[in-house]
């Protein structure tokens, strides 16, 4: 039986590390390469569950916003439309920010969100419509009815963001 010998190669002094080196660059190119071509993002986790902060700074620059543009000290049409235009800065950052949560989160909390969102409006509506039946038939009840639907907005946008970002 002839069994061949594979030649015993002897490094220099130094060599042995260079080559150490060089395996641990090609590994670190391997693995860049690989999370590249699997399509991991990093960012989008990062965007998920580092921005709490940024989200609460566009929240209470709007509510800064509003209270210094909403005075509510007109007469009860103003008040009427105020509080309309103040509901519907409010709802456009909510959905802001639902939308860019909802875009970070995996499939299955995704499908969580949205349950939770539409059985959210649902009572959002129930109670806004509750707190202005004392108004029915009145020139206050837009108004009231308007203040609850942004009361409770305002607090959906910190509830998503205490639990989502």
Partial sequence: ????????IRLKEGEEKNMKMKSHKVLSIILVMAVVF????????????GTKSSYMKSYN???????????????????????????????????????KIKKALPNNKVKK?????????????????????????????????NLSLTKQTKSRIKWLIKNYA
């Fill in 1 to 8: 039986m002839i069994v061949s010998q594979m030649p015993i």
């Fill in 38 to 49: 699997t399509g991991i993002n990093f960012s989008a986790v990062k965007t998920y569950a």
């Fill in 61 to 99: 620059k709007l509510d800064k916003k509003c209270k210094k543009k909403f005075t509510y000290s007109g007469s009860q049409y103003e008040m009427n439309k105020d509080s309309g235009e103040e509901y519907k800065l409010w709802d456009k950052e909510l959905n802001k920010d639902y939308n």
């Fill in 113 to 145: 969100l949205v349950a939770s969102e539409l059985k959210w409006i649902k009572k959002r509506d129930k109670t806004a419509k509750k707190a202005a039946s004392g108004w029915k038939g009145g020139s206050g009840y837009t108004m009231i009815y």
